[in-house]
């Protein structure tokens, strides 16, 4: 009984010790990339994505899904943006696309579609 006392006595002092702006929220950040171009329109499969601090560090890798699909987990609260990119093995072009920069400040943030532009190669 007095264990049992001590500890409800205990947790309140173990709590307050946190301060909220300590903890880590584990945010997701989802969203979909296509290409498109005179000859081709389609989802940016197996494109490499990059989460990126608006200093232009690189915060996390990934590839799209199949159907050009991509998500970044465990992220820390902050200002980001996406860069992608992806190499044609049909014509002599590559893609590449920026996002808008976003905050996360929540569990999920969903962007808009991510259309890569034509880079012809020389």
């Given amino acids: 009984m ?7 006595l205990c947790l309140p002092l173990l709590f307050t010790s946190c301060s909220k702006r300590d903890w880590k929220l584990e945010n997701t950040i989802k969203g979909y990339i296509e290409y498109y ?10 494109t490499d ?3 990126k601090s608006v200093s232009d ?3 996390e890798h990934t590839s799209t899904t199949y159907f050009g699909k991509f998500e970044f987990n465990n992220i820390v609260n902050g200002e ?3 860069y992608a990119y992806r190499e044609s093995i049909l014509t002599p072009a ?12 929540g569990y999920t943030a969903r962007l808009d579609t991510l259309t890569l532009n034509l880079i012809l190669k020389q």
């Fill in 94 to 105: 590559s893609y590449d696309g920026y996002s808008r920069v976003f905050l996360v400040d």
């Fill in 57 to 59: 560090s690189i915060v």
């Fill in 49 to 51: 994505v990059y989460l």
């Fill in 2 to 8: 007095k264990k049992l006392l001590l500890i409800l």
């Fill in 37 to 46: 171009d005179i000859i081709h329109y389609g989802h940016a499969n197996h």
């Fill in 80 to 82: 980001y943006y996406i």
